[in-house]
Every structure is written in C-alpha cells, then in structure tokens.
Nanobody, 123 residues
Framework: QVQLVESGGGLVQAGGSLRLSCAAS????????MGWFRQAPGKEREFVAA????????YYADSVKGRFTISRDNAKSTAYLQMNNLKPEDTADYYC????????????????WGQGTQVTVSS
C-alpha cells in the first residue's frame, strides 16, 4: 500500500511555470513506476509523463514534450513534474500515480492514485 499526496498546483499565466510534487508514504518508493496524468473539465483523464523506478527511462505525451520534465527523488519518496511554458490547454486536475508495473503513454489505470492538484493557466 502507498499513499500519494500531490501539491504545487495553482493559477499561472500562459508562459509561466509550476512544479508539482507527489509525496509518497508507505512501502518502498523505489518499487514503483510513477506517472502523472491530468483531467480537464469535460474530458477524459490522459497520460502526461512517467518515470521508471530509478529514473533511467522517461515517457512523455506529445503535447508536453519539451515543456514538462518528470523526475523523482527516491531518498525523499517524492516525484516531481516541472511544467514550463504553460498553455491554457494545460488547465486540468493533475494526478500522480504509482504502479508496480511499467507506466507508459498506453497506461490507463494504476495501482495507486493521489487526490489531485488543480492547475489553471490563464491566457
């Protein structure tokens, strides 16, 4: 069992930056692949980024490549999503997720989910 708590969301102007954090508690953090997903109002949840257990492999949705960076600090049991050059279409609730299996752009469900943090990008 692992508990995930996101933080770092907020309101930002287009072109601005935010860094989301996902703090994990429970079992060994490095046992899990970590992912970030988002859900905009009226839309389905979509994959944003994922990172392997020790950070050696990264995956990104095409819509965020070059702007977002996923990372993790296993010593702190925390995953991060650095979001730069934000656009209004990035407005959504952002969720971190953990899974024992690999998390990629094709992943729909994960073992564990956080409660989400809201990101609003104004134009």
């Amino acid at each position: 069992q692992v508990q995930l708590v996101e933080s770092g969301g907020g309101l930002v102007q287009a072109g601005g930056s935010l860094r989301l954090s996902c703090a994990a508690s429970g079992r060994t953090f490095s046992s899990y692949y970590m992912g970030w997903f988002r859900q905009a109002p009226g839309k389905e949840r979509e994959f944003v980024a994922a990172i392997s257990r020790y950070g050696g492999t990264l995956y990104y949705a095409d819509s965020v490549k070059g702007r977002f960076t996923i990372s993790r600090d296993n010593a702190k049991s925390t995953a991060y999503l650095q979001m730069n050059n934000l656009k209004p279409e990035d407005t959504a609730d952002y969720y971190c997720a953990a899974d024992h299996a690999i998390v990629t752009a094709d992943t729909v469900e994960c073992d564990y989910w956080g409660q989400g943090t809201q990101v609003t990008v104004s134009s």
